[in-house]
């Protein structure tokens, strides 16, 4: 079982940028990919960001270019960079391993 804990969010202006972390911990050796997503009010969850253990990327359409997933194998860590925040990316953003483990999510707003 993996362990899963997100830090970095926060309350940014639009254009601002946030810096996401999660920290994996239990079964890290299973883990092969790592990834984020986002649940906005009222609206389904939704993958933002994945990166394997090879570093193999895939992003959402509506954050490319602005994001950007990478990822620390020796310390079991991800980050999410967000660059030119919009309000429409206002969620809590949720990390992910092996699309089955989640952590307690982390609230993103972007507001004026």
């Known amino acids: 079982q993996v362990q899963l804990v997100e830090s970095g969010g926060g309350l940014v202006q639009p254009g601002g940028s946030l810096r996401l972390s999660c920290a994996a911990s239990?079964?890290?050796?299973?883990?092969?990919?790592m990834g984020w997503y986002r649940q906005a009010p009222g609206k389904q969850r939704e993958l933002v960001a994945v990166?394997?253990?090879?570093?193999?990327?895939n992003y959402a359409d509506s954050v490319k270019g602005r994001f950007t997933i990478s990822r620390n194998n020796a310390k079991n860590t991800v980050f999410l960079q967000m660059n030119s925040l919009k309000p429409e990316d206002t969620a809590v953003y949720y990390c992910?391993?092996?699309?089955?483990?989640w952590g307690q999510g982390t609230q993103g707003a972007v507001a004026s």
């Open positions: 992910n391993a092996n699309y089955e483990s």
């Open positions: 239990g079964s890290i050796f299973s883990i092969y990919v």
């Open positions: 990166i394997t253990s090879g570093g193999i990327t």
